[in-house]
């Protein structure tokens, strides 16, 4: 209702690019693959499970895609499809996956970055596919929330933030 | 609608705090984060310049728990109230579930409030989403102060209200948190529709969770 955010994620979603992304990170020798909604939500993670605190991480990765995506028009461009941020130890590469989601690929010393951007190409394109067929599903057979739902919720509301 | 993820049993909401600059958005963000339960809150991140003033954005993750099997998370943020932050200001309210506008309820700076929530409905339009439709409240923050407008001044200026064109939506609505005023009702023979309102001391927490309370609730009723 609230315009383009609406989506849900299944678990066979969640299979398909647990599919793909370990396929991806066993080709690349990169450790660990997350997706992240451009609303600064988490998706999914595959490979090896991140220290840090994921929730963070996925509202400051989509802020940083965010801020280059118009630094980009600036430059007269439609987007930068990718990022590249890179640490003494560890990196991290970005990829667009149709314009809804984003690759987060983090690798460390044990592969390179030409290494991680050839194997990410085959992985965008099937990435883009399962997406884009998600999205155009949408809104028609999610099965939303039982009815329980909102009182329970309105409980744990008045509970948490005080009654 | 937020994301419902099925995989992960997941459904996160966005809420964002908007307003002027030294309103109290962020204050808000920090009184939630020292006064709710540790286990229930997420790290909280500022990206702020040197003197405190929110460069981009804040954001606080506070878990709801299980819902019917689903982990219920909200997620807070503020935007940064200057002015001339408008681009990232428009970053954050992408995918947005619920806002809530915080006002400086001093006389001086309703000037500042009104281009903020000029601002407000501009940005809204140009991701396409419609404040009217989405849940959407006014806290009026600072009301300790002894400049602080009244707040039917601050009311007729910054929730004026829009028609209700939906005839099952045309009757009277009571106003939960004030009575004998109401959120939806007939005015010169129009039906008229205003965002809850709430009074705050952000500073000292007061009215803080009333407001936080309030858009959650109404965010999670989008859900069903």
């Not at chain 1, 220290?51 to 400051?60: K, V």
Request: net charge negative; charged share 20%.
């Amino acid at each position: 209702m609230s315009g383009a955010s609406s989506w849900s994620f299944r678990e066979d979603d969640a299979k398909r690019i647990q599919v793909i992304l370990s396929g991806f990170l066993g080709e690349s020798n990169a450790r660990t693959a997350l997706i992240v909604d451009r609303t600064g939500q988490m998706v999914t993670t595959v490979g090896q499970a991140p220290a840090f605190d994921p929730t963070a991480f996925a509202s400051l990765t989509a802020a940083d895609f965010s801020a280059n995506d118009q630094l980009a028009r600036m430059l007269g461009e439609s987007e930068f499809g990718a990022l590249f941020h890179q640490g003494e130890r560890e990196s991290m590469y970005l990829a667009d996956i149709a314009r809804r989601v984003i690759l987060v690929v983090l690798f460390d010393n044990r592969t390179t970055l030409g290494l991680v951007k050839l194997r990410v190409k085959t992985a965008v394109v099937q990435l883009t596919q399962v997406f884009t067929e998600m999205f155009s599903r949408d809104g028609t057979s999610a099965p939303g929330v039982e009815s329980e739902f909102l009182g329970e919720a309105e409980d744990e509301i008045d509970k948490l933030f005080g009654a | 609608m937020s994301m419902i993820n099925y995989a992960s049993r997941e459904i996160n909401c966005k809420l964002v705090y908007y307003g002027p600059g030294l309103g109290g958005k962020t204050t808000n963000l920090e009184h939630v984060y020292n006064k709710v339960a540790p286990a229930a809150r997420g790290k909280m991140i500022s990206l702020a310049t040197e003197t405190e003033r929110t460069l981009f954005f804040d954001f606080l993750p506070v878990d709801l728990g299980t819902i019917r099997g689903f982990k219920v998370k909200f997620h807070l943020y503020t935007v940064p109230g200057q002015v001339y932050y408008n681009a990232s200001r428009k970053l954050i309210l992408k995918g947005v579930d619920g806002v809530v506008f915080v006002a400086d309820s001093q006389i001086e700076r309703m000037d500042a409030n009104l281009e903020a929530m000029q601002n407000l409905y501009e940005n809204m339009i140009q991701h396409g989403y419609d404040l009217a439709k989405i849940p959407f409240a006014i806290q009026y923050n600072k009301r300790d102060l002894p400049n602080a407008a009244p707040i039917a001044e601050l009311q007729a200026a910054l929730n004026p209200g829009w028609p209700v064109t939906d005839p099952m939506k045309q009757r009277p609505l009571p106003d939960p948190q004030h009575d004998s005023e109401f959120l939806i009702s007939q005015e010169d023979g129009q039906w008229i529709e205003r965002a809850p309102y709430f009074e705050a001391v952000a500073l000292t927490g007061d009215g803080v969770f009333d407001t936080l309370k309030g858009i959650s609730k109404n965010v999670v009723k989008t859900l069903g």
